[in-house]
């Protein structure tokens, strides 16, 4: 079994930064791929950033890719999604997430295991 918690949501106005860490335990980390997804009230819960284990892979969706930085450190269990130049339409629960392999995915459906998620608002 895997426990991912996440931290690091909030309030912040447009244009400025957050960075969301998601602490795992329970399964050899650096062998999973991780994963973070957002999703707001009635949709669907959509893909934001993956990373394979050793880093090599790496995936965003193209509404994040090049203000968002996924990363992780494996000597701490923990997977961080760095997000600048927020934008209101940014605002979500963001959830991390982990695959029972390394293979990468982005589809939601592959990840075995989910955190509890955080709230982000960017707002004025």
């Known amino acids: 079994q895997v426990q991912l918690v996440e931290s690091g949501g909030g309030l912040v106005q447009p244009g400025n930064s957050l960075r969301l860490s998601c602490a795992a335990s329970?399964?050899?980390?650096?062998?999973?791929?991780m994963g973070w997804f957002r999703q707001t009230p009635g949709k669907e819960r959509d893909f934001v950033a993956g990373i394979t284990g050793s880093g090599g892979t790496i995936g965003y969706a193209t509404s994040v890719k090049g203000r968002f930085t996924i990363s992780r450190d494996n000597a701490k269990n923990t997977v961080y999604l760095q997000m600048n130049s927020l934008k209101p339409e940014d605002t979500a629960v963001y959830y991390c997430?982990?695959?029972?392999?390394?293979?990468?995915?982005?589809?939601?459906?592959?990840?075995?295991?989910w955190g509890q998620g955080t709230q982000v608002t960017v707002s004025e």
């Open positions: 329970g399964r050899t980390f650096g062998n999973s791929l």
């Open positions: 997430a982990a695959r029972n392999s390394n293979f990468y995915s982005h589809n939601s459906f592959d990840y075995n295991y």
